[in-house]
């Protein structure tokens, strides 16, 4: 048995920012909630967490990170504050995306929220999990899960729907492979549909949950790294975010003259 | 001691080692021109996707290219004014690389930087002097007495010099970003064809409106427009000259003003605009005539880039300022609010 290791898992994908210290396989997590101070809070709250069990940044393995979808910003904030850190402790970036790290966390931090614990406590052997959330724009990101042995397996990668093919999509994955699975779907982007929950609620033929004030956690990142095993390992600290969102409509200009070869031609 | 300057703060990707004792020893550049041209400006969201690609190679780069791995001091980075996305890029990765580093950090004053910028050449001015800076977002007259040490004299009401030149080169449909391709077009032009005002020259103070000069251009360009909608190419070029002049002519009438009213006897021009060659030649001729210098930072530091945060960080952290690990960014921060050193 190797000694456990200690690491650092860092979220800021939503208005919720959270950090994560592992230390002997115990989790240590900060947060705060305050939108838009993402930036300000973060690295005070990994300085408290490392202060308070004595370490420093190079006793660390990794650093974890969730990569996306969420808050552009978020995302950038995350991704830069690890970069910094880890190419400064000459430590390997772990990353995951936003979705999987709420699954997760939905998965274990559930006891505050009486719908998911009643279905969490029933331990069933397996347990459709959904994560969405509010990408804005009336759009939704999310991806589907299946919770079995408490490992998440992904059956669906994170994507961006609207919320009409949001519901349709979810209810054929629950006809088709989990009618008898209890569900819960987790994240600010069931709160998109509230209106159309009862729709996906008839597919199911079990017990059903529905929490959209669980919000992506530093301590899933951190428990998808090691229990899943989930995350693309990056040594050099170079990461690419997972915005799904890149074909924005922002208007290219109009020309009068033939645009320089360069780029691309418009016409007058 | 020794520094890395990044900077973020619109569409470059800068990253620079300054030495206080050794100088500057390397700076690299990422420009994000090609991305914004398609769209004729910068697109705030793009900026900031592009930083965060390209930050960290560029200093792996940087520090490896000038052996600084194991040897930087402290960081300084470009906290504003500026895009606040791109800002948080540059903020977010410097301040955590120094906690990592266990050295200090700085944000930088972007507009500070750019006035420093002369002072990484040889032969630098001495303090006092009076600064103009001049760029796409700001156009600024300001006594310098020392580092830290500004009193606005005088600044833009609406537009920015710089932010002009780029609209009427649209106008032109001269690619972004128009200022440079506007400066070229000039070159081919009669001076003397078209006279444009020289506004808010004809009354004291040392503030500047550049927004009437900008519709002056877009009439002028409308009355002489063909079938195409812009105007032959030689009237393009004769109202490019007009336009530059006229930009030219006032930021020197209000630098000469400036000078006499300090009784100050050297100028610095900073920021994207000190580039232009004909702002430099007749800013040389005027002083001349009131026994005035000019000093500028050579054509790479005139626009955005690392050395200068590199150099405005390291002044300020050597007398032992620095931030907390509250990193806070400004998109808009008054000069004149900044410490002393």
């Known amino acids: 048995m190797s000694l456990p290791e200690s690491y650092l ?9 959270s950090v994560t210290l592992v230390v002997e396989g115990r989790f240590h997590s900060r947060e705060c909630n305050i939108p838009r101070s993402h930036a300000k809070v973060m690295l005070p709250l ?15 393995s990794k650093i974890v990170v969730s990569r996306g979808p969420g808050s552009f910003t978020g995302i950038r904030i995350c991704l830069s504050i690890a970069q910094g850190l880890a190419y400064g402790s000459g430590l390997p970036i772990v990353s995951v995306d936003s979705l999987a790290a709420l699954a997760k966390y939905a998965s274990i931090a559930a006891t505050p929220h009486p719908g998911l614990h009643s279905i969490l406590s029933s331990s069933p ?92 956690h530093a301590e899933g990142a951190a428990r998808l790294v090691l229990d899943e095993k989930f995350g693309e390992v990056s040594e050099d600290g170079v990461i690419e975010p997972l915005y799904i969102r890149n074909e924005v409509a922002w208007e290219k200009r109009k020309r009068i003259r033939p645009a320089p070869q360069t780029a691309p031609q418009k016409d007058s | 001691m020794r520094i890395l300057g990044i900077e973020t703060s619109c569409d470059e990707t800068g990253v620079a080692v300054y030495d206080s004792e050794q100088g500057l020893l390397g700076h690299r550049l990422y ?55 791109a800002l948080l890029v540059g903020a977010c990765v410097g301040r955590s690389l120094a906690m990592a580093w266990n050295c ?13 910028a002369p002072l990484l050449e040889d032969n630098p001015p001495e303090f006092p002097f009076v600064a103009l800076l001049v760029s796409g ?51 081919q032009g009669d001076v003397t064809r078209f006279k444009f005002p020289r506004p808010m020259t004809d009354r004291p103070g040392l503030d500047f409106s550049f927004s009437g000069l900008k519709t002056f ?37 209000k630098c000469r003003r400036a000078l006499q009213q300090t009784g100050l006897k050297r100028l610095i021009i900073a920021g994207g605009v000190s580039a232009n060659s004909r702002l430099r030649e007749k800013l040389q001729q005027a ?55």
């Open chain 2, 104 to 116: 200090p950090a700085i944000g930088v004053h972007h507009m500070e930087g750019h006035l420093l």
């Open chain 2, 287 to 341: 002083l001349a005539k009131i026994q005035s210098e000019v000093f500028y930072a050579r054509h790479e530091f005139c626009t955005d880039n690392g050395a200068m945060i590199a150099f405005a960080g390291c002044q300020r952290l050597l007398v032992g300022q620095q931030d907390d690990v509250v990193i806070d960014v400004k998109p808009r921060w008054p000069l004149q609010t900044l410490s002393a050193v």
């Open chain 1, 9 to 17: 898992a860092l979220d800021a994908s939503t208005e919720k920012c």
């Open chain 1, 46 to 60: 990994i300085q408290e967490l490392l202060n308070e069990h004595g370490m420093t940044l190079r006793e660390l």
């Open chain 2, 217 to 253: 251009t877009l009439n002028t360009v409308a009355e002489h427009s063909l079938a195409s909608g812009l105007p032959d190419d030689q009237t393009c070029a004769d109202i490019a000259a007009a336009f530059q002049e006229a930009v030219v002519d006032t930021l020197v009438i």
């Open chain 2, 31 to 85: 420009s994000q021109i090609k991305l914004h041209s398609e769209y004729g400006g910068v697109v705030p969201e793009l900026a900031s996707r592009d930083h965060v690609r390209k930050l960290l190679p560029l200093i792996e780069d940087v520090l490896t290219g000038t052996d600084s791995k194991d040897a930087i001091d402290g960081v300084a980075f470009t906290s504003g004014p500026g895009l606040i996305g």
């Open chain 2, 137 to 187: 977002g700001h156009t600024q007259l300001v006594a310098v007495k020392g580092i830290g040490q500004y009193e606005m004299l005088g600044e833009s009401l609406d537009d920015a010099a710089g932010e002009a030149f780029d609209k009427a080169a649209k106008m032109l449909d001269l690619d972004y970003p128009g200022g440079p391709n506007l400066a070229k077009l000039a070159e």
């Open chain 1, 125 to 216: 052997s397996r347990l459709l999990i959904i994560p969405a959330l509010d990408a804005r724009m009336n759009e939704i990101y999310w991806s589907a899960n299946i919770l079995e042995n408490n490992l998440i397996k992904h059956i669906s990668e994170p994507t961006l729907s609207s919320p009409v093919d949001f519901v349709a999509e979810v209810s054929a994955i629950i006809s088709q492979q989990a009618a008898n699975t209890p569900f819960v779907g987790v994240g600010h982007g069931w709160e998109v549909v509230t209106d159309q929950i009862d729709i996906i609620q008839t597919k199911c033929s079990a017990a059903t949950a529905f929490d959209a004030s669980i919000l992506p």
